[in-house]
């Protein structure tokens, strides 16, 4: 079986690292790490530049909403890690546990 690198191959190819960029940004995105949503953003102009020189314009929602939910998120996330009225955890008392006494 010979290699054959022509239009097919690097289709392939530049979807399979496309592919692994996104799932790349979801893992950091899933660890609280800003740069998840933001090397996703990023990753969603060479996924438009994909759809329009391959012709394969069923990916166009599939991108377009993918942008909008990184966008959403890093701001939101973004907002939150530089938030100077941050919640505070809840504190935890340990209740007493023992015979009642009289009062």
């Known amino acids: 079986m010979a290699l ?11 979807a399979i690292l496309l592919s692994a960029n996104q799932l790349i940004a979801y893992w950091l995105a899933g660890n609280k790490n800003n740069l998840g949503w933001l090397l996703g953003v990023l990753g969603g102009i060479p996924w438009i530049a994909f759809i329009v020189v391959w012709d394969v314009w069923g990916l166009a929602p599939l991108v377009i909403g993918l942008q909008v939910i ?21 504190v935890v008392t340990a209740a007493k546990v023992g015979a009642p006494t009289a009062s």
């Open 4 to 14: 054959d690198f022509d239009g097919d191959f690097v289709r392939q190819a530049v």
């Open 70 to 90: 990184y966008i959403r998120n890093l701001v939101r996330w973004w907002k939150e890690s530089h938030s100077d009225t941050a919640l505070d955890p809840p």
